[in-house]
T-cell receptor, first 111, second 115 residues
Framework: EDQVTQSPEALRLQEGESSSLNCSYT??????LFWYRQDPGKGPEFLFT???AGEEKEKERLKATLTKKESFLHITAPKPEDSATYLC????????????FGKGTKLSVIP | GAVVSQHPSWVICKSGTSVKIECRSL??????MFWYRQFPKQSLMLMAT?????????EQGVEKDKFLINHASLTLSTLTVTSAHPEDSSFYIC???????????FGSGTRLTVV
């Protein structure tokens, strides 16, 4: 059974204070690790897909990295508008196209 | 990527009534759609996989007769919560696979409150 654990559950940062969010996973054959941003009362918004260990992707202040056991979402010099819940999900080779989600990390960036 | 429209964005209904939620793929023919449920401070939990022209595949523990899914066309899937009860109050979100199958686009979600 695929498992995804995200830490921390919540993170408060001062504006400009860089940090990282962690996503640990256990899957039977990774077919993709996904990062989403979710604002309150909204559906998840796609950020990145990573497929193999060593892969990195960047978008503005966000950078996602992947190892064989975990992924990190690095946030550089965050702004208040980066406040949201960040979700990690995996797709394994054992099933169909289903995604297994972690509980998310709620990020608050204080001005 | 695909554009997914979900309607309504929120609904309040009385206990015992039924509620229908629509998920439309606006610019992509979606043969497969997914329905998730999200409780406060919890992760998205897959309820069922909706396949166009065939019966939906439900996850373990999800009642087929309570959560009716119809995927009659390549652009529309509906989730009907029948005989809703307060414990069905949750955030329901649909998703489609877009492009090569590795991209997933989510709807904006429906907040259901059963009173």
């Amino acid at each position: 059974e695929d498992q995804v654990t995200q830490s921390p559950e919540a993170l408060r940062l001062q504006e400009g204070e860089s940090s990282s969010l962690n996503c640990s996973y256990t899957v039977s054959g990774l077919r993709g690790l996904f990062w989403y941003r979710q604002d309150p009362g909204k559906g998840p918004e796609f950020l990145f897909t990573l497929y193999s260990a060593g892969e990195e992707k960047e978008k503005e202040r966000l950078k996602a990295t992947l190892t064989k056991k975990e992924s990190f979402l690095h946030i550089t010099a965050p702004k208040p508008e980066d406040s949201a819940t960040y979700l990690c999900a995996v797709r394994s080779g054992a099933g169909s196209y289903q995604l297994t989600f972690g509980k998310g990390t709620k990020l608050s960036v204080i001005p | 990527g695909a554009v997914v429209s979900q309607h309504p964005s929120w609904v309040i209904c009385k206990s015992g009534t039924s509620v229908k939620i629509e998920c439309r793929s606006l610019d992509f023919q979606a043969t497969t759609m997914f329905w998730y449920r999200q409780f406060p401070k919890q992760s998205l939990m897959l309820m069922a996989t909706s396949n166009e022209g065939s019966k939906a595949t439900y996850e373990q523990g999800v009642e087929k007769d309570k959560f009716l899914i119809n995927h009659a066309s390549l652009t529309l899937s509906t989730l009907t919560v029948t005989s809703a009860h307060p414990e069905d109050s949750s955030f329901y979100i649909c998703s489609v696979i877009s492009g090569t199958g590795y991209g997933y686009t989510f709807g904006s979600g429906t907040r259901l409150t059963v009173v």
